[in-house]
């Protein structure tokens, strides 16, 4: 049997790709297809395990039974979707360990919204609001990723992260029927996320060759852009409707195209806090190197029973 050339594998998997198909783990793939899903994969899941940390510290605060237990599942649910996902990440070769290591030591980047401050409960409300919203309609479309345990990874987290957004937006809605006080703070915390959740979804296509790449493979199959402006026509309408104001004086409906116009968010301020220099980064690594650490007998009984 004649061994296939490079370009004649990389025009059959691109076939296949292109009929729908979706590629498993020990199937052949471009070695730039591979590394672009470690990147996105691990940056996803440790995004899901740091992402515990802005709203966890409220546990013990929250207003009333009811809230403290749907905000402890929602914080399990984190965990849950980051072993998942570094589940999907290690089928392609990279482990676990290698990938928390990166994380620990400040060389794997998450999510930016991580690395902000939450100095209310509304903030809470408004995370599970906005930036739940933004990341379901993201990863809605990564559940048709070509890579098939990224795209059945994404189905199961879509399910429990439409829960996350009911629990947010169940807070807003109560403090937005308060009192003036508590209406100003929600306000206040729609100010403070509004560009950090659009800044999530990542730069302009037209700027970042990993995003051409996973666009060209249909490792993702919106480009950012589709992805930002379909959060702001969904979400824009929910904030004017409780009365709140989008802390953007230029976003307004265009009837001619059907979308809401709206100011880009500030890209060098995403690359300052993807590359470490956030409000919180510090703040939110050395919890997460704490908690590794605290663990660490846990995984030494686990071995040496293993």
């Known amino acids: 049997m004649v061994e296939k050339t490079a370009d004649a594998r990389l025009e059959e998997f691109e076939a296949r790709i292109d009929r729908g198909e979706k590629i498993e783990p020990g199937d052949w793939m471009p070695d730039a297809y591979r590394q672009n899903l470690i990147r996105m994969i691990s940056q996803h899941a440790h995004s899901e395990i740091v992402g515990q940390l802005p709203e966890g510290k409220w546990i013990p605060y929250a207003p009333g039974f009811r809230r403290k237990l749907t905000l402890i599942a929602k914080v399990q649910d984190e965990a849950g979707h980051g072993q998942l ?109 509004w560009y950090p959740t659009l800044m999530m979804s990542g730069p302009p296509d037209t700027i970042s060759t990993h995003s051409q790449l996973a666009l060209r493979w249909r490792i993702k199959t919106k480009s950012n852009e589709q992805v930002r402006q379909e959060f702001v026509d969904l979400i824009v309408p929910q904030i004017r409707a409780l009365g709140l104001t989008v802390p953007d004086p230029a976003c307004a409906f265009d009837p001619a195209s059907g979308r809401h116009r709206y100011t880009q968010p500030d890209w060098e301020e995403l690359k300052r806090v993807i590359n470490g220099d956030g409000p919180c980064n510090k703040e939110r690594l050395d919890a997460r190197r704490k908690a590794h650490e605290d663990g660490r007998w846990v995984r030494e009984a686990l071995q040496a029973a293993s």
């Open 85 to 193: 996902l570094y589940r999907a990440a290690e089928m392609l070769g990279k482990s676990r360990e290698e990938m928390i290591s990166e994380l620990l030591a400040g060389k794997a980047k998450y999510a930016n919204v991580f690395n902000y401050p939450t100095p209310h409960w509304a903030d809470v409300g408004v995370i599970g609001w906005l930036v739940d919203t933004a990341a379901v309609i993201n990863q809605t479309m990564l559940a048709q990723s070509s890579y098939g345990p990224y795209g059945r990874a994404m189905k199961r987290i879509c399910y429990e992260e439409s829960f996350h957004i009911k629990q947010g937006y169940d807070a807003v809605v109560a403090m937005a029927r308060g009192t003036a006080d508590q209406r100003a703070a929600v306000q206040a915390a729609v100010d403070r996320w």
